[in-house]
RNA sequence: GUGGGUGUAGCUCAGUUGGUUAGAGCGUCAGAUUGUGGUUCUGAAUGUCGCGGGUUCGAAUCCCGUCACUCACCCCA
C-alpha cells in the first residue's frame, strides 16, 4: 500500500484510465443533449467569494455554516471553494445586466463540501448542472425536467423515479414553517431527538426523516401545500399538467424537501435505487437568487456525476472502454529502433493508434504486449526485413502472416480500412 | 460533527488459542533450442504486516493512541 504522502486527501480522489473514458462520454452527451434546447457551456471560478453562498444558499444551512473549505487570500479577503453551481451561476448572470435575461447555461465540474464521505459523497465531487434564466413560468419547468430526463436516458439510465413538490414562494414558505411547527409542537413527544431538534432549526426536514415513529406523524399531517396560497398550489399542478403532456412521468411528493433556501415554487429530485443511502442522482428546482441589487429569477438541476457513475455501474455493471483497433510495432533488431520509431510516427500521423515498446526487449516479450493491449495488426521488422525492404504484418485475430512492401503496408493499414474492420 | 466495519506483496485476500526465514491466487518479469502473442509448464522478484507507543523472553496476532479507507447518521447532487 502506497504510504498516505501519495494519496489525494480525504474524500478525494483522481480519476484516469479507464473511468475518465466514461467521464468523457458523459460529459459529451451531455453536450450534445444540452446544444438541442439551445444552452451554452459557461465556466465560471472555483473559487468564490464567500457573499456569493452565504446570502443565496441560505446562511443557516449546514453547506453554508460548516461545508464550506473556506480561507482568505493574501488581501484578507474570505474567499470559498464553491460548494454548489447555481450561486456562481447567478452572480454570473447579474453582471450581465439586461443581456442575462433569458439565459440558458449549462456547467461542468468540481464541487466541493467538507463532509464525511461515504458511498456517493466525496468531499470534492462533481456536477453538471443546467440553468435557463427567467420569470416564474410552469411550462419553462416542464421544459428543464424534460431535459433533464431526456440527459438521463441518452446516458443510457433506466431505473430512475422523478418526485415533484413545491415550496410555494417566500411568503407561503413562512406559513408552511408556522404551520408545521404548530402542528409538530402538538406531537413532539412522538418524534425522534433530530426532529425535535428541528422543529426549530429546519421543520420542513421533519417530513423527510427517515425514522418509521416521525413518518407516521407526518402521515397525519395534512400536506404542506395546505398552508400555501391557491396560486401556488395552481403553480405545481400546472408543472405537472405539462410534464405528463410530454408524456413523461413524475410522481407528486408533498413530503419532498429541498435544502437550499433560494428554492420557490417548483422543486424535484431524481433517486436512484442503485445507490446506497444517499440515492438522488439528481435534483432541481425553480430559484430567485438576489445578487447585489438584482434578483435572479430561473429554474435549473445539477446532477452529481460520481452518483450517476454509480447508477450506471448498477444497471449496467462495470464500465468497459471500447477497444480500438491498434497496429503494434515490434523490432526485431534494437539497432533498427530509428527506422521502427519513425515507421509507427508515420503511421500515427496518419491517424493511426500505434503502439511499440521501446525498452529493448526480446521478440516475444513485445509479441506479448501487442496481445495484451488488444492489437489487431503487428509490424515486425528486423534485420533480414530491412534487407528485403519487407515488414512481416501479422493479422492478430488470425494469426495469419504476410511479408509486404512499405507502399502495401499503408494500403493495408488505411486508417478507413482499419474503421471498417472495426 | 456522531457511530459501526476494515487496514498484511501492484490487485483480491489467507495467516489457526502471540512463537523463530509472513503465505496463496491473479498480475509482473524471465525461461520451455535459432526473431512471434492469447493456452500450458517451470522459475524469479516485490512486504517499514497503515503509523506510533505499550504488554511480553517473543506481536501481523493482545492493549492504547493516531491516520487512512469504508458504511450509516446528519446533510445533500
Known sequence: MASDEFQPIQGMSDV??????????????????????????????????????????????????????????????????????????????????????????????????????????????????????????????????????????????????????????AEDRQAVQAGLRQRLEAVASRLCEDCQRRLTTNVLRVLDCKNPGCRAVVAELPPMTSFMADSSRAYLEDVVRVIRHLELEVQVDPTLVRGLDYYQHTVWEIAHHGLGAQDAIGAGGRYAITMGNRVIDGVGFAMGLERIIMALTAEQGAFVPPAVPL???????????????????????????????????SVKAQMKAAGKAGARWVILHGAAEQENGTFQLKDMESGKQDEVSMPELLERLNPAVLHALG
Request: charged letters at 25%.
Open 16 to 169: 484516469a484510465y479507464p473511468e475518465i473514458v466514461l467521464w468523457q462520454r458523459l460529459e459529451e452527451t451531455a453536450r450534445r443533449i444540452l446544444s438541442l434546447y439551445g444552452f451554452s457551456e459557461v465556466r465560471t471560478p472555483v473559487v468564490e467569494k464567500r457573499v456569493v453562498f452565504d446570502r443565496s444558499l441560505g446562511d443557516t444551512t449546514d453547506i453554508v455554516q460548516k461545508e464550506m473549505y473556506q480561507f482568505e487570500d493574501a488581501g484578507g479577503r474570505p474567499l470559498v471553494l464553491r460548494p454548489e453551481g447555481t450561486a456562481g451561476i447567478t452572480r454570473f448572470i447579474a453582471g450581465l445586466g439586461q443581456e442575462g435575461h433569458g439565459a440558458r447555461v449549462y456547467y461542468v465540474g468540481p464541487m466541493f463540501r467538507r463532509e464525511r464521505p461515504q458511498a456517493g459523497r466525496k468531499r470534492q465531487f462533481h456536477q453538471f448542472g443546467a440553468e435557463s434564466i427567467g420569470a416564474p413560468n410552469p411550462h419553462a419547468d416542464a421544459e428543464i425536467i424534460a431535459m433533464q430526463v431526456h440527459l438521463l436516458r441518452a446516458w443510457g439510465l433506466k431505473d430512475f423515479r422523478v418526485r415533484i413538490n413545491t415550496r410555494g414562494t
Open 327 to 361: 497496429v503494434w510495432m515490434v523490432s526485431a533488431d534494437a539497432a533498427l529502433l530509428d527506422v521502427h520509431l519513425q515507421l509507427v510516427q508515420a503511421l500515427r500521423l496518419r491517424g493511426i493508434v500505434c503502439g511499440i515498446d521501446l525498452d529493448r526487449r
